[in-house]
């Protein structure tokens, strides 16, 4: 027989520890497959943001320009397209590719900071209430129920009203209307993990409640955190969408890629290109910034980090 | 060892917790009598060990000595100072003297710190070692308690139970403490494991001159480390002697049941081991019987056990029991 020629006397423990040997192998070996997501988003966010610097050198026209001779025309390889509107255009003939790419700087600023600043707020306030419970937990929480009873929108125009609209006023809004959903995960995260046994030993140790929060809780609870804030981003570039519609975030004729959607809603049945391609623009950064995050989470937790890494 | 040397003393030491209800305005509708009325002196150099079942109190006592929980009444007198007077710098300063170990090496390791952060924090956190000196102080410390120095920078998670309960025991000696607080430190261990912490254990006491409060439910072993023993049960203590006096001489119904549970390695008497078992539970903390605690499951109850408490008394030699039954 052809393969029988060579046989090496393993013991059944010789066996175990080969076959383990080569396990630990596959396991240290560089594999790029692993590295595929996160190169992908990373890839993403990156040509997004820099797409956002340089939108006047990327963009092929004037974004306000409005030819309305040249209304309503499909993208460029169809029959009616027009070769210098590759997107094709708007209700008003404004160039729809020109408009997604100077719409990405206030869709991702926005969308990065009002994350960014709701979650300074949500996650500061969740750990105190967590951590300390009794009437900072009582208040907090009874605060955060009171703001999650005030529709979205009203508290929205309630504020704007009062502060007026701009592009910082709009992150402020923003940040205030959702910091609650950090806040509940981050309380309830930091009611489970005030109580492991490790948070009890930092207390034997010596630690005092700001290191502990610092040092021991919130590391433990950032993938959470990391979690809810790249869900957050997409949220966040629709809301302003939301409230630019109703003149309250930038007026027009400022591009944002949500004011887009919504203006084209009215088209999607004729000239589905409008909200189409700006919607494929929030879904590609949305799922870069996703793929990024979660790379980021296992990078950060040490039971994971080998494998994000190699 | 001089009789009168005493670390540390436990006086009247109770700890409740309130049941609470309502949302803003909480009033406390009950009250877990989790430790009531303990009191017990730990001399220096010894172990004195605390025994009884799931529930009864051991950790909390643990804890409350320590200060993590605040006693709702009693004192704690370590080295001459009543601990539970003490607090913020001055309860920190005193941390240096008294540690502990816990029950569940998986939990009481945070999993994202290297192994130096976990052990160099008390270090830190005290101000006594940084940079370099620190870790040539973790390196040392690793090497004490059985582990490779070059350690350091691992986490937790890459080692087995027995490996992270030497890094917890490592965290506690960080800062030369005279007092350790094992909490169960071998429970959550396999049994192959357990021999070598409690033989680490007893090696340290011996270099450092440590004295433990040794926390468990495992009677054998504490028979095996003790000097001395309290048995609790329901947040008391029923009896307190010598170990060896103990386990030959229990006078307390409830000590006798418990012993008479543990396993003899000697097929011969193992044979003639009578077994007491007892009936019912252990009633709810947050609503003890009046009188003894034990009147519910007592095999020799008397009625004057179901209306007054019985005091811990000294019988003989410091042989102290609270029973009516040994009066």
């Known amino acids: 027989m052809k393969n029988s020629a060579v046989r090496l006397p393993l013991t059944s423990s010789a066996l175990v520890e080969a076959i383990a040997a080569t396990e630990m192998r596959r396991q240290r070996r560089f594999n790029p497959a692993r590295l595929i997501p996160a190169l992908f988003g990373g890839t993403i966010v990156l040509g997004v943001a820099l797409m956002a610097i340089f939108a006047p050198l990327l963009s092929p026209g004037d974004p306000n320009l409005q030819t309305l001779p040249d209304r309503l025309k499909p993208p460029s390889w169809m029959a009616e397209g027009r070769p210098d509107h590759f997107l094709g255009t708007d209700s008003l003939g404004r160039d729809i590719l020109s408009r997604i790419i100077h719409g990405s700087r206030i869709s991702l600023v926005v969308g990065v900071a009002a994350v960014l600043f709701s979650g300074s707020i949500g996650v500061p306030l969740g750990l105190l209430a967590g951590y300390f419970g009794g009437m900072v937990d009582a208040i907090l929480a009874r605060i955060a129920d009171v703001q999650q009873a005030i529709p979205f929108l009203i508290l929205a125009i309630a504020v704007v009203a009062v502060i007026g609209s701009s592009l910082a006023n709009l992150i402020l809004v923003l940040a205030i209307t959702t910091w609650v959903l950090y806040f509940r995960v981050v309380r309830g995260e930091t009611l489970s993990l005030r109580e492991e046994e490790y948070i009890w030993a930092a207390r034997a140790v010596g630690c005092d409640n700001w290191r502990i929060i610092w040092r021991h809780i919130f590391p433990n609870l950032l993938p959470s955190v990391i979690v809810i804030a790249t869900l957050l981003v997409a949220n966040m570039i629709l809301f302003e969408a939301a409230l630019s519609f109703l003149g309250l975030g930038l007026p027009p004729p400022t591009p944002t890629w949500g004011r887009m959607v919504s203006e084209g809603r009215d088209y999607l049945a004729s000239a589905w290109w409008i909200p189409f391609f700006p919607g494929l623009a929030i879904l590609i950064t949305v799922l870069g910034i996703n793929l990024l995050g979660d790379w980021v989470r296992d990078v950060l937790d040490p039971r994971r980090r080998i494998s994000a890494l190699f | ?327």
């Not at chain 2, 406390?28 to 799931?54: C, H, Q």
């Open chain 2, 1 to 327: 060892m001089a009789k009168d040397d005493v670390l540390l003393e436990v006086r009247d030491l109770k700890m409740y917790f309130p049941i609470s209800r309502g949302v803003i305005f909480q009033k406390a509708v009950g009250m877990i009598k989790a430790v009531d009325g303990v009191s017990f002196t730990i001399r220096r150099g010894e172990t004195y060990g605390l025994v009884g079942e799931s529930g009864c109190g051991k950790t909390t006592t643990g804890r409350s000595i320590l200060q993590l929980y605040r006693p709702t009444a009693g004192q704690v007198i370590f080295e001459g100072q009543d601990l539970t007077k003490l607090s913020g710098e001055a309860l920190r300063r005193m941390r240096r003297k008294m540690q502990m170990i816990f029950q569940d090496p998986y939990a009481s390791l945070n999993p994202r710190m290297t192994v130096g952060e976990i052990i160099g924090e008390p270090l830190e956190v005290h101000g006594m070692a940084r940079g370099k000196q620190k870790k040539e102080r973790v390196q040392e410390l690793l090497q004490v308690v059985g582990l490779n120095p070059y350690f350091v920078n691992r986490y937790p998670h890459e080692f087995s139970g027995g490996q992270r309960q030497r890094i917890g025991i490592a965290r506690a000696l960080a800062l030369n403490p005279s007092f350790i607080v094992c909490d169960e430190p071998i429970a959550a261990l396999d049994v192959s494991i357990r021999a070598q912490i409690l033989n680490l254990l007893q090696d340290l006491q011996g270099k450092y001159g440590l004295t433990y409060l040794f926390i468990s439910h495992d009677l054998s072993v504490v028979r095996h480390i003790s000097d001395r023993v309290g048995v609790m049960y329901l947040g008391k203590l029923f009896e307190v002697a010598d170990s060896d006096e103990l386990y030959r001489n229990p006078l307390n119904p409830y000590t006798q049941a418990l012993l008479s549970a543990v396993h003899i390695p000697d097929p011969a008497v193992e044979a003639r081991r009578e077994r007491i078992i007892l009936t019912g539970d252990v009633p709810s903390p947050a609503n003890p019987p009046k009188g003894c605690n034990f009147c519910t499951r007592c095999p020799v109850v008397m009625d004057v056990c179901k209306e007054v408490e019985p005091d811990l008394i000294d019988v003989e030699n410091g042989h102290k029991v609270a029973c009516f039954r040994v009066y």
